[in-house]
């Protein structure tokens, strides 16, 4: 919530001094921290919804999912931030434009610091949650922004040459839209179950397999259904003699602490059905 409220306000400030001074860079990255306030706000409205209980009966997972869309949402305003930045910045070259430098670095300076202080707030939530996690990358994005702004002062106060203003608009752009990249292949490995990053199928196969009692292991699914919420389903064929209660009381705790999956629907059998040969997924 402090974060929000800091880019904000700031949003504000760097947007007023941008138009006031003729920079592109600090108009951009102004635009940037504006998807920031966006994302910002998207982040803390999903965690609110993902929180609550289902009243509808409906979703049997819950709402934790809607981190994942707010994420989705950031990547796509951090996309169109940047094509925005680069086609203006294209446009402007060549063109005889006055940019003020002084407003520029004054802002620029404010800017890397509130960034600073944003990026300590977040940096710990963001190890836990895709959702502040793409906030975060936002607010690192933004940092390197006003870097930019401060450079491209600088460039343009002991050059003469405004044009270094539109080079690092540009540089600014395509630095959020490769952010926006690597986020949103994270966001679409979620929403395509794919196996979690650090898990390795077949090393959850074998360990399960050397689970005593089990003499085989089919049918397993393991996806992430938000950031650090890992679940799995599987099959597990059992010798005769096993106990199947105690088989998949130890498969489960075996999942959830060397596999960091802490939820997961174990199917016993002592042999596998016609069922499971015509599954092909």
Known sequence: MATFFLVAAFMVVELVFGLLSG????????????????ALGAALVATRIATRKDTTGRRT??????EVFASG?????????????????????????????????????IGLAVNVISMLLLREGSAESLNVKGAYYEVIADA??????????????TTGLPLWDAVVAVAIGLFVAVRAVVLGRQVLAVLGQEVPEGLALENVVAD?????GVNDVHDLHIWAL?????????????????DGQGVRT???????????????????????SPQCHEVTW
């Open 23 to 38: 920079s592109l860079a600090l108009i951009s990255d102004a635009g940037h921290m504006a998807a920031d306030v966006v």
């Open 61 to 66: 997972y819950g709402s934790y999912r809607a």
């Open 73 to 109: 949402l950031t990547v796509l305003i951090m996309l169109g931030v940047a094509a925005y930045v680069v086609v203006e910045a294209l446009g402007r070259i060549g063109e005889e434009v006055e940019v003020a430098t002084g407003p520029m670095l004054v802002v620029g300076v």
């Open 144 to 157: 390197a922004g006003s870097v930019g702004v401060i450079v491209a002062g600088i460039l343009v106060a």
């Open 208 to 212: 399960l397999e050397a689970v005593p």
């Open 226 to 242: 938000t950031s650090g919420m890992n679940v799995a389903t599987a099959h597990l064929v059992l010798a005769v003699e096993a």
């Open 250 to 272: 130890q498969a489960q705790q075996l999942l959830a602490s060397r596999h960091r999956i802490e939820h997961a629907t174990l199917q016993t059998e002592t042999e596998m």
